[in-house]
């Protein structure tokens, strides 16, 4: 590895700065985290250096030989962009100006990667298998990582809210950082013989639509969740009673009727106490997972009414929306964020009130968590009138598709998190992006197009309109299927599959057989890290293996069967444990026409024989956790796919 030493002209910036003035530290000109100490900057790439300092100053940055002048903008905003460097270092950044002087040090150059997504991603090499061993054999100076703290905004960010920092790998920083996304930069270590850098930013339990652009999400249906999320941001009032109309719209298609009304008929049963209504004692609410109406009278005085108020809710698992007196006031999504509305004008009366929640909870324990004593109605000379006690419940098991979500809920926002958490890293230049995420998106249709919307979206961001995108196909979870089926966890996979049949730089990583049927966070995320770096060689050093490996190429209609020909195979097709493929289906126009074939294997390809009934779709694999055994010699899973019969 090249060794740039500390150049004399870094003295003399230093002394120049010194001369024009005094020199404080804490105003000194500073780099964006993407260029701070120990960082690594990609290769062969003209260097966009950016970062903070006085507004109006002129800012000189200086890596190696390479120097490079800006005049910071109105909001003390820099941007230098310095030649191309290959791998090499290490180098030491320094930015000079009258403000002062900031250096980072042991700055690589080499190939960064941006590894995003929700929970399978965030998930740290601590809490994955064997991670003892890994976290005492993590040490390697020449790999980097970066991760961004969580965090939330309503527009998007020039900088961040929380900073994130490079770490250089070793057994005191490894174990805190993303299992995939480290073992992906480990195994191509063996491989690539320069510095290695990875940004991790993701979120458990995150819809795709946070991750996306405002410009993204316009292009797929979602300008109104942009504008009611910019709206939140100026008038909160106002963004939240226009949510609780648009859920309230949804309801009454779906249910034709309104229990958020004060006098709804239904069967209202006390409170216990507050707290997880799995522990209220209820048989009916043990694993209940769903919709809970809950509702509280409350008695004001018409000198109360008069003035402001606040209603606060403590924790609420998972989304609520809020009702007083049949009109809506509030909406949220976050588990961990203590609830608190402020009441519109108009919102009580004098007399008999009533406070309507409801909440749907999705995964675990659910409802008003509380504590009892945070449950209340605050007036605006500090009267506070305790809610803690006197609740209704009432289990509500209808379901319908397309609930509306807050925009500003922290999981199913509509690009909060790409406003806090990707739009702050600027434009640094990127070997490529892993990207691990689908989960929360299986019941919502669409996925295709929003992935597609979302890469499209990031390219532009980073300056690199060919971006290489490994897109981690999602993995098995829940109970084998017996029988053919619906399956929203099929829908996402095959919507994977074809935005990366479209793209030649989006790889697809497989993991259909390295998933848990009891846990959505499968723990062996080595063998994940190493199938990710295989994907990345390909699309983004052109190695000679296939992406994915095996993957449908096309399917034909022979006499008497239907054939589906693999590509990406290495070796030869195989039958694990068997002398046939199972996992194919055969369906015509609906649901109930799908029957399971057995696969006679040749080569490439798969023969299904026909059973009588004229099939017009084949599909493979089709279920949350669908049971396989079609492999190639290289021990690579074949991947799941819906394909038309021509």
């Known amino acids: 590895m090249l060794t740039a030493p500390f150049r004399p002209s870094i003295n003399r910036m230093l002394a120049s700065a010194c001369i024009l003035g005094s020199i404080s530290p804490a105003l000194a000109a500073e780099l964006d985290p993407a260029f701070a100490s120990h960082a690594v900057i990609q290769r062969d790439r003209p260097i966009p250096v950016s970062g903070t300092a006085d507004p109006g100053e002129t800012v000189t940055v200086e890596i190696g030989a390479h120097v490079g002048t800006a005049v910071a903008g109105r909001d003390g905003r820099f941007r230098i962009v310095l030649p191309a460097m290959a791998a090499g270092g290490p180098y030491r950044i320094t930015v000079a100006a009258r403000s002062g002087i900031s250096i980072a040090e042991d700055v690589l150059i080499g190939d960064v990667f941006l590894c995003s997504g929700q929970s399978n991603m965030e998930m740290t090499i601590a809490e994955s298998q064997d991670s003892r061993a890994q976290i005492a054999n993590s040490g390697d100076t020449a790999i980097r990582m970066m991760t961004v703290p969580r965090q939330t905004a309503l527009d998007p960010r020039v900088t961040f809210e929380k900073a994130p920092r490079w770490d250089v790998a070793g057994p005191q920083t ?112 043990v694993e209940y997972n769903g919709f809970m109406w809950l509702r509280r009278e409350l008695l004001l005085t018409a000198a109360q009414v008069a003035q402001g108020a606040t209603l606060d809710l403590g924790l609420l698992d998972d989304q609520d929306v809020v009702w007083i007196n049949g009109r809506p006031v509030g909406g949220g999504g976050s588990i961990s964020t203590p609830r608190r509305y402020a009441l519109p004008k108009g919102s009580l009366k004098p007399g008999r009130n009533v406070v309507t929640v409801n909440v749907n909870d999705l995964w675990g324990k659910g409802g008003m968590a509380g504590p009892a004593d945070s449950i209340a109605l ?59 995420q689908g989960e929360s998106d299986t019941a919502l ?95 983004a050093y052109g190695g000679p293996d296939s992406a994915s490996g095996p993957s449908v190429r096309f399917v034909t209609r022979g006499e008497n069967a239907v054939v589906v020909t693999f590509e990406g195979v290495t070796g030869s097709l195989v039958a694990r444990g068997s002398t046939q493929a199972i996992g194919f289906e055969l369906c015509g126009a609906d649901q109930a026409s799908c029957r399971f074939v057995p696969g006679i294997i040749a080569g490439n390809q798969v023969t299904l024989p026909q059973d009588g009934a004229a099939p017009t779709r084949v599909r493979y694999a089709w279920a949350d956790a669908p049971t396989i055994n079609l492999f190639d010699s290289a021990g690579l899973p074949a991947g799941p796919f819906e394909l038309p019969i021509p």
Request: one cysteine or more.
């Open 174 to 285: 490894a174990g805190a950082f993303s299992a995939a996304c480290f073992y992906m930069l480990k195994d191509l270590r063996r491989t690539v013989d320069v510095p290695l850098g990875a940004i991790h930013s993701s979120w458990g339990g995150t819809r795709i639509s946070s991750w996306m652009s405002d410009a993204a999400l316009g292009q797929t249906g979602a300008a109104v969740e942009v504008q009611l999320r910019q709206l939140s941001a100026k008038d909160p009032t106002s963004a939240q009673r226009g949510f609780g109309t648009r859920w309230e719209s949804w309801w009454r298609a779906a249910h034709k009727d309104a229990p958020w009304m004060p006098d709804a008929d239904r069967d209202w049963r006390p409170v216990p106490k507050i707290g997880y209504w799995e522990d209220w004692g209820d048989p009916e609410l």
């Open 445 to 539: 249709p669409g996925y295709a197009d929003r992935l597609s919307a979302m890469i499209a979206a990031w390219r532009a961001q980073f300056d690199t309109p060919d971006l290489p995108f490994a897109i981690v196909s999602l993995a098995g979870f829940g109970a084998p299927a017996a029988a053919p089926g619906a399956s929203g966890w099929a829908d996402v996979r095959n919507d994977q599959r074809k935005v990366a049949a479209n793209d030649p730089r989006v790889g697809l990583t497989l993991t259909l057989d390295i998933g848990d049927p009891f846990d959505v966070h499968p723990g062996e995320k080595r063998e994940l890290g190493r199938r990710l770096a295989r994907t990345m060689r390909a699309i």
């Open 378 to 436: 605050t007036f605006r000379d500090g009267q506070r009138l305790p809610l803690g006690e006197g609740w209704s419940y009432s289990p509500d098991r209808r379901r319908a598709p397309g609930m509306p979500r807050p925009p500003w809920d922290d999981t199913a926002g509509a690009g909060n998190l790409y406003a806090a958490m990707i739009a702050p890293l600027g434009s640094p230049a990127l070997k490529g992006v892993a990207w691990y």
